[in-house]
């Protein structure tokens, strides 16, 4: 008999139904933080979707509110496709080095984006997210994984106003490129990091 790892089991979610959206934050390829999202990818089943965007081969303007303008702000094409992908997936994981205590700054700047695809005229952006998952990945140079508290605090909250489950985030320590991998507790951690609980998120 083959067993279906997508059903989950008594020690694991049931990951049927499921897609993935990996965002990639880092100012450079192949560093520490993707090394280490791409080794928890490897432990999800082959039958769920991953989709994986680089968000430097997807640059945006920086974010303008237009909540109290009567012109609408025009979506190009690359923020129409960041949005749909978004929309599409049932769990995102935000793949974020640590800069200055909290989220990169192409990072900030997609989920600066989620404002205003939540005040488009008959939008569904919130509805749509609201049941999701939301996960965080980081590496940092600190050995003290409690220096990136702001960045776990602003991804949890961000999923609590969406009315989304939050499954935490995946840390390493690194600084030298690739460095992540002689982390071991780190990639061991990354071995069954999707299999979390994931709870509703709350403000806390």
Do not use: C
Request: hydrophobic share 40%.
């Amino acid at each position: 008999m083959t067993l279906d790892t997508a059903r989950g089991d008594a020690d694991g979610p049931d990951l049927r139904d499921r897609s993935f959206l990996f965002v990639l934050g880092s100012s450079r390829s192949d560093g520490n933080t993707e090394i280490l999202a791409r080794a928890a990818a490897a432990q999800l089943p082959s039958s769920v979707p991953q989709r994986w965007l680089d968000l430097n081969d997807l640059p945006l303007p920086d974010f303008q509110d237009g909540r109290h303008e009567t012109a609408e702000w025009p979506a190009g094409e690359t923020e129409e496709l960041l949005r749909r992908a978004t929309v599409e997936a049932t769990d995102i994981v935000i793949a974020s080095p640590l800069y200055w205590y909290t989220l990169s700054a192409q990072t900030k700047r997609y989920l600066d984006y989620w404002s205003g695809w939540l005040n488009v005229p008959a939008s569904d952006f919130k509805e749509r997210m609201a049941g999701g998952t939301l996960w965080g990945v980081t590496a940092m140079s600190d050995d003290d994984h409690a220096v990136a508290d702001g960045l776990v605090t602003a991804l949890n909250h961000s999923a609590a106003y969406l009315r989304m489950r939050f499954g935490g985030v995946l840390t390493g320590t690194a600084s030298r490129p690739g460095r992540v991998r002689a982390d071991e507790q780190a990639m061991l951690r990354a071995k069954t990091f999707f299999r979390n609980e994931t709870p509703l998120a709350r403000f806390r």
